[in-house]
DNA sequence: GTGCATGGTGTAACAAAGACACCGGACAAC
DNA sequence: GTTGTCCGGTGTCTTTGTTACACCATGCAC
């Protein structure tokens, strides 16, 4: 049945693992196994192992390894010709089949927070890392069914103190960030207020929080100010709370990688006690997710590899 | 360098697991999960489960199910089309390269009994399933060094009592047969000794050996007969004890995969007691080894593959 | 020599691939 | 109808392959 222009299956096991023959392709194109690695985004020694693997498994010498670089044999020379034809066959056939069909289009929930001070403002960076693809970014307290596809990718920031996110069965996750979270304040707002000296000072001030103060008295605890009667503004997205500070509507207590851009442009500052400063702390972290089986599809692999490139390039300061 | 014919390297997520990309290609190409699995040597569940992992990844439906038949989308012939040809190049490629190059040698080892008894009669078999490739069998005693590619398979006896064979790193193995251990002696032999009613009745006969009467201890032991005195040619290799028997030298202790061909020819009968049958024991079993490295590669998977099916074709009557 | 490339091992953690037991629907023979 | 047999699919557990990390040895530039 519509088997007309194929002859029979290849023997299964004609086909060396194809991990080790994308490694050799790679090592082969780039002269080198650590470029092919890096390329591949792997480790060295696993692209030396699995050409080693396809040696073995072919019986012959693929490469010669002599010179402390990186040469092929004849035989390698000519089976990587062929090998490289059929990857980029079913790379091409892959891209061209989702190229069609509306997986053009990326839908990330995110919290609100994130949306707003971060992901916007990187907006055009996004695009131009994923051409072709349309960004649908929708800003939710409620992580996506991703059970009915509601979203093909959701970021939350999962406390470390309090209960910790459950991530759903079938759904994989990796963390990109535990920012400190740091005491801000508009220079406006400094000027006129009393002075901080340490931690037990900030019962002077103002302090904008989100759903309750959790987050300020632990991390007035961690700073030797335990139990103080704290009170301010409640806000229910971290971005309120940051532009409440920014406002200068008192101190809030902003995860740094949220409050970066604010911190750069001069329209916050970070209260660092005069006595001594306040040691960095994180409450929690980002986490990325997506459906395990959607882990490695095109759109989505792309995307988290751009939010790491991002992540790393921009904010290296992050605790 | 040398990579004039190709572009960059295609992304590394370009491309699906490769696993899954075989099973749906199966599945195309023969219209069903369940053909595709008999065809890959998988279970059809492992089939059907990659088939939805590749359309998950892709985010498309390739395949319609809702008649209980298989059948291909539009997308998923288009797609099949052209990965099909990918497939198709990557085993040529491969295939075309062992051919070359003396791949087309197969060194197998095993023990003396296996080789005279078992192998040899059916080396036309073995040669009419691996087409173009040169067996070369050399019984010995010891296991080849694996390391230094002194062979590609070994075959060996495993004993169940005493010492039980040890495997060598890196080598992996399979168990094809655990043969049952029986008494046999040449028709013309029995007429003439005395009768055999029971197991105690073996010392009055000339009982051959290899090694030593360990073998014949412990399956008199099982039979109820403990500690018997008794004694007979020693020959050392199983092929012998099988040819001393057959000439009348007495009753020999045999493995049934080694006696097969002469009981079936009349050369040998089974001694059964009068009283009652002997239960048929096993004392050990066949094991194949190779390389772990080399475990899937052509040759030696062929000749696994014939190996397992010559043995249930031709002797499931093993115990 | 120092410093920085290159490729290679040993080991341990983890995700993928697979087998097995079982289910529910379609269809044919009876 | 009932039975038998084909089909594809789920839940669950085990095995295996893939991977990273810490570390080593060699070659070459300065």
């Not at 985004?41 to 699995?50: E, F, K």
């Not at 079913?90 to 089949?97: Q, R, V």
């Not at 990326?106 to 072709?132: H, Q």
Request: charged fraction near 25%.
């Amino acid at each position: 049945m519509d088997s007309e222009p194929f002859g029979l299956l290849p023997d299964r096991k004609a086909i060396p693992p194809f991990a080790a023959l994308r490694a050799f392709d790679a090592a082969a194109r780039l002269g080198g196994v650590r470029k092919a690695a890096r390329a591949l985004q792997l480790d060295h020694t696993v692209v030396s192992r699995h050409i080693r693997s396809l040696e073995s498994w072919t019986n012959l010498v693929l490469v010669d390894r002599s010179h402390s670089r990186l040469t092929l044999t004849r035989e390698g020379h000519e089976y990587h010709r062929r090998i490289a034809q059929g990857i980029d066959i079913l790379a091409e056939a892959t891209l061209d089949l989702m190229k069609q069909h509306d997986n053009r289009e990326l839908t990330i929930w995110c919290t609100p927070g994130f949306a707003s001070k971060w992901l916007l403002p990187r907006l055009g960076d996004v695009e131009n890392a994923l051409p072709g693809l349309a960004v649908d970014v929708r800003p939710a307290d409620q992580q996506p069914d991703f059970n009915r596809h509601e979203g093909d990718i959701d970021i939350r920031y999962s406390p470390t103190y309090g209960e910790p996110l459950t991530v759903p069965a079938n759904v994989r996750h990796f963390e990109f960030s535990s920012p400190a979270v740091i005491p801000v304040a508009s220079p406006a707002y400094l000027e006129q207020a009393p002075p901080i000296h340490r931690a037990s000072d900030f019962v002077d001030h103002p302090l904008i929080h989100e759903e309750s103060f959790e987050n300020w008295q632990t991390w007035l605890a961690s700073h030797g100010a335990e139990e103080l009667e704290v009170s301010g503004p409640k806000l229910w997205h971290a971005h309120l709370t940051i532009d409440a500070a920014i406002q200068g509507r008192g101190i809030a207590l902003a995860n740094h990688f949220l409050a970066a851009d604010a911190l750069a442009q001069g329209d916050l500052v970070e209260i660092k006690g005069s006595d001594e400063d306040f040691e960095r702390i994180s409450l929690g972290s980002y986490l990325l997710m997506a459906r395990s089986d959607r882990w490695t599809a095109l759109p989505i692999a792309r995307f988290r590899d751009w939010l790491n490139a991002a992540v790393t390039a921009s904010l290296n300061r992050n605790i």
